[in-house]
Nanobody
């Protein structure tokens, strides 16, 4: 069993930067591929970024490429999403998720554990 807890969301202005974090429980964090997803009101949950177990491979959605960066610190059992040049359309609840087996993927159905989410609101 893995518990994921996101933090760091908040209200920012367009063009600002924000970093959200996800802390995991358990002793095998380094064995999980991790991902970030987001869900805006009235919309489906969508892929944002994913990172391999070692952190050596990442995948970023086209909509945020060049602005968002995913990273992880296995010693701290945490994964991070650095968001720069934020836009109002980035407003959403941001969720981290873990894949127990398989690769870091854009398919949310492959993720086994989810956090409760953290709200990010970008004002224009």
């Amino acid at each position: 069993q893995v518990q994921l807890v996101e933090s760091g969301g908040g209200l920012v202005q367009a063009g600002d930067s924000l970093s959200v974090s996800c802390a995991a429980s358990g002793r095998t964090f380094s064995s999980y591929a991790m991902g970030w997803f987001r869900q805006a009101p009235g919309k489906e949950r969508e892929f944002v970024a994913a990172i391999s177990r070692s952190g050596g491979s990442t995948d970023i959605a086209d909509s945020v490429k060049g602005r968002f960066t995913i990273s992880r610190d296995n010693a701290k059992k945490s994964v991070y999403l650095q968001m720069n040049s934020l836009k109002p359309e980035d407003t959403a609840v941001y969720y981290c998720a873990a894949v127990v087996t398989g690769w870091a993927t854009r398919d949310l159905r492959q993720y086994d554990y989810w956090g409760q989410g953290t709200q990010v609101t970008v004002s224009s």
